[in-house]
C-alpha cells in the first residue's frame, strides 16, 4: 500500500482568496486524483491528475477554479481558488493502487473552511 | 458505471455480525464490486474487492450471488471501532481507475 500525507491538514480562509493544497506519496504512481467531500456528503471526483500532461476535470469543476499540477511521479498540487463559503470541503487526495490499479489509497485530507 | 443503492444506515452492538447489502443491477462484464471504509476525519480505507462468489480477508467477507446484481459486506463480531461510513463501489477493470462513491451507509455499533 501507499502511504499519502496531505498538507495542510487544515486551515481557515478568507473569501476570494485561494488555498494550495499538498499531495505526497512515498512511491511512484501513475494516477493521482482529487475529490471533494462536503460536510456529510460523500466523495465526488474532482479531476485525475497523471504527470507529464493536463489534470483531466469531472463535470462541474474547471481548471480555472481548481487548477491542478503533478510535476513528478510522487507529487501534486491542488489549487482552491477564489474562495467562497461554498467552497469549505475536506479536499482529499488518493492515487491508483501499486498491483493492477484496481483500488485507490486516500490521504488523509485537508478539511478547509472559508470564511 | 452502474449506480449503487446502499442502505443510509444501520445499527448494531457489539459482537454482532452486521451484514450491510448494496445492489448495482446495471453492473457490467468487466466490473469489480469495492468496499470502503471511512472514519470521522479520515480519507477512506480499502476493505474488500471481488468479482463474483465470496472473497474473504482478514477484516471482511464479500458475498456476491451470481447475477452480480448485489452483493452483501459482512463484518464479523463487530467493536465500537467498526463505527464508521461504509461505501459500495463498481470499479470499471482499467477504465481510468475511477471510483464514483455514491452515499454509503454509515454504521453505528453500540456497546
Known amino acids: 500500500s501507499a502511504v499519502i500525507s496531505q498538507k495542510p491538514s487544515r486551515d481557515i480562509c478568507q473569501r476570494g482568496t485561494s488555498l494550495t493544497i499538498q499531495c505526497q506519496v512515498d512511491?511512484?504512481?501513475?494516477?493521482m486524483f482529487w475529490y471533494r467531500q462536503q460536510p456529510g456528503q460523500s466523495l465526488t471526483l474532482i479531476a485525475t491528475a497523471n504527470q507529464g500532461s493536463e489534470a483531466t476535470y469531472e463535470s462541474g469543476f474547471v481548471i480555472d477554479k481548481f487548477p491542478i499540477s503533478r510535476p513528478n511521479l510522487t507529487f501534486s498540487t491542488l489549487t482552491v481558488s477564489n474562495m467562497s463559503p461554498e467552497d469549505s470541503s475536506i479536499y482529499l487526495c488518493?492515487?491508483?493502487?501499486?498491483?493492477?490499479?484496481?483500488?485507490?489509497?486516500f490521504g488523509p485530507g485537508t478539511r478547509l473552511l472559508v470564511l | 458505471l452502474a449506480k449503487t443503492t446502499q442502505p443510509i444506515s444501520m445499527d448494531s452492538y457489539e459482537g454482532q455480525e452486521v451484514n450491510i447489502t448494496c445492489s448495482h443491477n446495471n453492473i457490467a462484464t468487466n466490473d469489480y464490486i469495492t468496499w470502503y471504509q471511512q472514519f470521522p476525519s479520515q480519507g477512506p480505507r480499502f476493505i474488500i474487492q471481488?468479482?463474483?462468489t465470496k472473497v474473504t480477508n482478514e477484516v471482511a467477507s464479500l458475498f456476491i450471488p451470481a447475477d452480480r446484481k448485489s452483493s452483501t459486506l459482512s463484518l464479523p463480531r463487530v467493536s465500537l471501532s467498526d463505527t464508521a461510513v461504509y461505501y459500495c463501489?463498481?470499479?470499471?477493470?482499467?477504465?481510468?481507475?475511477?471510483?464514483?462513491f455514491g452515499g454509503g451507509t454509515r454504521l453505528m455499533v453500540k456497546p
Open positions: 463501489l463498481v470499479v470499471r477493470w482499467n477504465a481510468g481507475n475511477m471510483l464514483t
Open positions: 471481488g468479482y463474483k
Open positions: 488518493s492515487v491508483d493502487g501499486l498491483a493492477g490499479g484496481e483500488t485507490q489509497y
Open positions: 512511491s511512484q504512481v501513475t494516477m
